[in-house]
T-cell receptor
Framework: KAGVTQTPRYLIKTRGQQVTLSCSPI?????VSWYQQTPGQGLQFLFE???????NKGNFPGRFSGRQFSNSRSEMNVSTLELGDSALYLC??????????????FGQGTRLTVV | AQSVSQHNHHVILSEAASLELGCNYS??????LFWYVQYPGQHLQLLLK??????LVKGIKGFEAEFIKSKFSFNLRKPSVQWSDTAEYFC???????????FGTGTRLQVFP
């Protein structure tokens, strides 16, 4: 079956703009988590959606938001972009909330560059 | 604070050398433990996982990890590395207390022929 699909793969934005990233999970998976990956910081948890509800949130400012649709596809939005938001944004899907007792499957990520 | 620590940030080895990457976590209660690998230009993929049972788990490509509950550790090992093992390795913990899958900062492994 198809893997996790993230679009777009690359994005260049200027400071102050906003951006929306998209993630299509594996068919049947209801959990979608978002992570920010930067060198030296590893993967920082942003939030998780399960059945259209945000179940968990990391320590990121309110400029970072997301949502999940009834087909489990998820979008992440970052408003008022800052240079420090430049990162690889990863989406992971799993069949259970929090990836408890199951594996998380990752997409290729969206490389966001803020200039 | 609850966290996942990987003490080795960058490891350089020659082919056939043995590998051990450390991972410690600070979560209490029941946890599930994972090692993920990210090869250059590729997406993160699961190397191995521990949910319960035998604390010594075997994964793909000859990797294994041992869960030591008393030490809150889940170290990754491979007796003889290959050039193709060059990648970044992430330890991750899913805690029943927090319902989150949290990653360590990663260890970059470079293997030279």
């Amino acid at each position: 079956k198809a893997g996790v699909t993230q679009t777009p793969r690359y994005l260049i934005k200027t400071r102050g703009q906003q951006v929306t990233l998209s993630c299509s999970p594996i068919s049947g998976h209801r959990s979608v988590s978002w992570y920010q990956q930067t060198p030296g910081q590893g993967l920082q948890f942003l939030f998780e959606y399960f059945s259209e509800t945000q179940r968990n949130k990391g320590n990121f400012p309110g400029r970072f938001s997301g949502r999940q649709f009834s087909n489990s596809r998820s979008e992440m939005n970052v408003s008022t972009l800052e240079l420090g938001d430049s990162a690889l944004y990863l989406c992971a899907s799993s069949s259970r909330q929090g990836s408890l007792n199951t594996e998380a499957f990752f997409g290729q990520g969206t490389r966001l560059t803020v200039v | 604070a609850q966290s996942v620590s990987q003490h080795n940030h960058h490891v350089i080895l020659s082919e056939a050398a043995s590998l051990e990457l450390g991972c410690n976590y600070s979560y209490g209660g029941t946890v599930n433990l994972f090692w993920y690998v990210q090869y250059p230009g590729q997406h993160l993929q699961l190397l191995l996982k521990y949910f319960s049972g035998d604390p010594l788990v075997k994964g793909i490509k000859g990797f294994e990890a041992e869960f030591i509950k008393s030490k809150f550790s889940f170290n990754l090992r491979k007796p003889s590395v290959q050039w193709s093992d060059t990648a970044e390795y992430f330890c991750a913990v899913a805690s029943y207390n927090t319902d989150k899958l949290i990653f360590g900062t990663g260890t970059r492994l470079q293997v030279f022929p």
